[in-house]
């Protein structure tokens, strides 16, 4: 009985806990849209944390904590390089975000890395791009 009456209690924190950080939290839209470049996935990243891929013509969305973040994408490993450009972003709660990644033609290697969008400019890309499966 006392372990049923903890989870209890346990669980009407954690769910009450839950409903206060979701007041906190931003929407952030990831697009990525064709490139010529290549065909693989970009990897994108929220502070060094690897949140997901994304193909071709693809958008995902990523709830996030308000504050100062970092944003990155890179093509290859699912560990942030250290080299890798950083977008950073000051989240506020209730709002949404646009990230999408740029591919750069260089040579030898490309370079790839992330833009802010203003919502104007996410609504006329959005139309063209498929979610992704989560």
């Not at 209890?8 to 924190?13: E, P």
């Not at 697009?31 to 970009?42: I, P, V």
């Not at 904590?65 to 950083?86: D, I, L, P, W, Y």
């Amino acid at each position: 009985m006392r372990i049923f009456l903890f989870l209890m209690v346990l669980f009407f924190t954690l769910s009450a806990h839950a409903q206060t950080d979701s007041s906190k939290m931003a929407e952030v839209y990831f697009l990525r849209s064709n490139s010529a470049m290549d065909l693989k996935r970009h990897k994108f990243f929220i502070d060094d944390v690897f949140i997901g891929k994304i193909g071709e013509n693809k958008y995902m969305i990523r709830k996030v904590m308000a504050g100062t973040h970092r944003f990155s994408v890179q093509f290859n490993g699912k560990k942030s390089k250290k080299g890798s450009e950083k977008l950073i972003i000051d989240i506020e709660p209730g709002k949404k975000y646009y990230v999408q990644d740029v591919v750069e033609q260089k040579y030898p290697f490309p370079n790839v890395y992330c833009i802010e969008l203003t919502e104007q400019s996410a609504q006329r890309i959005l139309p063209a791009l498929k979610p992704m499966n989560e």
